[in-house]
Nanobody, 119 residues
């Protein structure tokens, strides 16, 4: 129902910044929430940040004050501004969208983008 295309990952030194983008397209009536998750090697996927249709946000404690999530509702895009990056932020970052069509709710995932922070 929803296709997600992520961009913006890469290699950065500790203390640096990156901006991730995710574009949603496809057949859906509305988007309820958009967010970013990450998965480091050997670890479970975890929520990084999330923003609802009402612009309410929540963040993992580990990224509060360093990461900022935002969305462009008109373009169906979500962004993650990451600053003061640490080696422990290294992971594959996945865009996630909760959308609805009629009575149905869908949860969609992007293909993931690698973020590597060197010390």
């Amino acid at each position: 129902q929803v296709q997600l295309v992520e961009s913006g990952g890469g290699l950065v030194q500790a203390g640096g910044s990156l901006r991730l983008s995710c574009a949603a397209s496809g057949s859906f009536e509305s988007i309820t929430a958009m967010g970013w998750y990450r998965q480091a090697p050997g670890k479970e996927r975890e929520l990084v940040a999330r923003i609802t249709s009402g612009a309410n946000t929540n963040y993992a404690d580990s990224v509060k004050g360093r990461f900022t999530i935002s969305r462009d509702t008109a373009k169906n895009m979500v962004y993650l501004e990451m600053s003061s990056l640490k080696p422990e932020d290294t992971a594959v970052y996945y865009c996630n969208v909760v959308s609805s069509s009629g009575p149905y709710t869908y949860r969609s995932w992007g293909q993931g983008t690698q973020v590597t922070v060197s010390s």
